[in-house]
């Protein structure tokens, strides 16, 4: 199992530009979730997904979009990229009994 | 607003010594309050969790103490490591509302 996938693992954008942030699981989970990490912040939800066809908002939604076509894939969207966006990127799933959750290893992102 | 509270920021314990992280939240509705680990330049890993009807759980040498009526909650090392050195979030979580919530953080250095 390659559990949580993510890519690429470092990006660099101009302010304006879009990009999507790839993440994959092979564990079946039904939960998905993207989260941002900046210092002294912690982890902050962005989105999450229960399922295929269904997500909702997290803490910090705003200028990210979300689509879960798969069980397995939940790529994030950056619609037009601002120097506020630069954080580093983390996708988990877990499953909804549990709840426990597995990190991929991460997006750092730079918007110039 | 911070739904989840943790203290300290940084941390620097002798090996062999006891880390204590501490977390406070608000909400009486979280049903799951789980401790992460994160090295640098990696994705948190779960360490260990407990629910809100558990006062105490241990395994190995990680022990979450949980008190209900303080809505607060902790993460003790025993027995202290260098290995040990990371960053540790604690988080909560409502199952009806599938969103966690995560500390701010604790940076941990064992010193040998």
């Known amino acids: 199992n390659a559990g949580v996938t993510q890519t690429p693992k470092f990006q660099v954008l101009k302010t304006g530009q879009s990009m999507t942030l790839q993440c994959a699981q092979d564990?079946?989970?039904?939960?998905m979730s993207w989260y941002r990490q900046d210092p002294g912040m912690g982890l902050r939800l962005i989105h999450y997904s229960v399922g295929a066809g269904i997500t909702d908002q997290g803490e910090v939604p705003n200028g990210y979009n979300v689509s879960r076509s798969t069980t397995e894939d939940f790529p994030l969207r950056l619609l037009s990229a601002a120097p506020s966006q630069t954080s580093v990127y983390f996708c988990?799933?877990?499953?909804?009994?549990?709840?426990?959750?597995?990190f991929g290893p991460g997006t750092r992102l730079t918007v110039t | 607003q911070q739904q989840v509270k943790q203290s300290p920021q940084s941390l620097i314990v002798q090996k062999g010594g006891i880390s204590i992280i501490n977390c406070a939240y608000e909400n009486t509705a979280f049903d799951y309050f789980p401790w992460y680990q994160q090295f640098p330049g990696k994705g948190p890993a779960l360490l260990i969790a407990i629910r809100p009807d558990v006062s105490e759980k241990k395994e190995g040498r990680f022990t979450i103490s949980f008190n209900k009526s303080a809505k607060q909650f902790s993460l003790h090392i025993m027995d202290s490591q260098p290995g040990d050195s990371a960053t540790y979030f604690c988080a909560a979580i409502t199952f009806t509302g599938n969103q966690f919530y995560f500390g701010t953080g604790t940076s941990l250095t064992v010193i040998p």
């Open positions: 564990m079946n989970h039904e939960y």
């Open positions: 988990a799933s877990s499953n909804l009994i549990s709840y426990e959750q597995y």
